[in-house]
Structure formats: C-alpha cells, structure tokens
T-cell receptor, first 111, second 114 residues
Framework: SQQGEEDPQALSIQEGENATMNCSYKTSINNLQWYRQNSGRGLVHLILIRSNEREKHSGRLRVTLDTSKKSSSLLITASRAADTASYFCATDKNYGQNFVFGPGTRLSVLP | NAGVTQTPKFQVLKTGQSMTLQCAQDMNHEYMSWYRQDPGMGLRLIHYSVGAGITDQGEVPNGYNVSRSTTEDFPLRLLSAAPSQTSVYFC?????????????FGPGTRLTVT
C-alpha cells in the first residue's frame, strides 16, 4: 500500500496561474519530500519538510505540512510552461529505512 | 560530478533471461536504492542499501537481487525475467537514509520483457 497519495491526479492550468497539489499519508512520518519528474527523465528533488516544520519556501515553491491531518500541499506560483511535469510526494516510514512515493500529480501548464 | 549513472538506458529481454542493471554514483553516498515505476503507480522500492555490504528488501523485492561491494556501485540483477517486470527502473542515492535527505536519481533504464 502506498503511504502518500497526491491529489488531483492531473491538473491543467494557464501560464501565470498558481498550481496547488496535495498529498495525504497514512502513518506518522519524520520527513516529507516533493519531487518533480519531467517526461522520460529521472526525479529531481524540490523540497524536504520535516515533521516539526509547518511551511517551507524555495523560489516559487511553497510547501506546507499539517501533521494533525496527515497532509501536505505544494504550491507553485506564477507557473510557467517549463513547470509541466509530474510531481510526487514521498514520505519515510520506519525512521527513513523505507521511502515511499505517491502516484503523482500530472501538471500541464498551457502557454 | 557525474551524479548517478545507470546503464543501459533501454533493454529488451525474453522471458526467462537474466541481466544486470548497473548503477553508480560518485558522491560518496552511503544510501542507495532501486525503484521501479509503472504507469499510475508512482515509484515502488525494490531493494536498498545503507552502506557497502549491507542490503535490504523494499516493497517489491521478488525476482530481483542486489549486492553492494563498494560504496559507488549498486547493481540490480533480474534472475529470470518475466513480463511483469516490464517497467522503468530508477537508481537513487542519498547521503542519509531514505527520508532524511534528498535523493539523487539516475536517468532510468526502460526494460521490456517479451
């Protein structure tokens, strides 16, 4: 079973709009990470947020974590066509020995 | 730094054949792992290693073997290929165990088993 589940499965927006993706997980975690995957490529790390953090920023990315609801969100502001990719959340179990990815959100940013 | 490299990029096997997918990293990372990615399933962990000589099973280990004789290399062996192993395989490395640090991914190996 998957620890993290992203929502929505697919999202299509216009360039310049904001994109929000959500991730829910089932068991307690130590860390949650977001990754991006361009078509046919490997995954690229975006942000790591620890269980004692509520919000982190990196450039146009903003990640929040609500451990009481077991959920996280990734906000991409002022989206660009180059942001078109799949986005995955990943959580650790068993103190990081096992790292579990969700099925991802496919984001399409239309010019 | 080359980062994480994987070979081959593409491979076609017949059912029952065996092969080794190669993975190497030049970042002196202790933690390495193998994932498979199937449509709509995200990435699933096959095997991982927390250092040379130490390996363990992930979520979907059946049909695969690994070894870690050096810090740099972490090959994945398919013992007897089956069509269910058709997938894209990614190797990743990290300086710390799974969730505590970012993972660096290789470009992937696309495997088709006929």
């Amino acid at each position: 079973s998957q620890q993290g589940e992203e929502d929505p499965q697919a999202l299509s927006i216009q360039e310049g709009e904001n994109a929000t993706m959500n991730c829910s997980y089932k068991t307690s975690i130590n860390n949650l990470q977001w990754y991006r995957q361009n078509s046919g490529r490997g995954l690229v790390h975006l942000i790591l947020i620890r269980s004692n953090e509520r919000e982190k920023h990196s450039g146009r990315l903003r990640v929040t974590l609500d451990t009481s609801k077991k959920s996280s969100s990734l906000l991409i502001t002022a989206s660009r066509a180059a942001d078109t990719a799949s986005y995955f959340c990943a959580t650790d179990k068993n103190y990081g020995q096992n790292f579990v990815f969700g099925p991802g959100t496919r984001l399409s940013v239309l010019p | 730094n080359a980062g994480v490299t994987q070979t081959p990029k593409f491979q076609v096997l017949k059912t029952g054949q065996s092969m080794t997918l190669q993975c190497a990293q030049d970042m002196n990372h202790e933690y390495m792992s193998w994932y498979r990615q199937d449509p709509g399933m995200g990435l699933r962990l096959i095997h991982y290693s927390v250092g040379a000589g130490i390996t363990d099973q992930g979520e979907v280990p059946n049909g695969y073997n690994v070894s870690r004789s050096t810090t740099e290399d972490f090959p994945l062996r398919l013992l007897s290929a089956a069509p269910s192993q058709t997938s894209v395989y990614f190797c990743a490395s990290s300086y710390s165990t799974g969730g505590a640090a970012e993972q660096y991914f290789g470009p992937g190996t696309r495997l088709t088993v006929t």
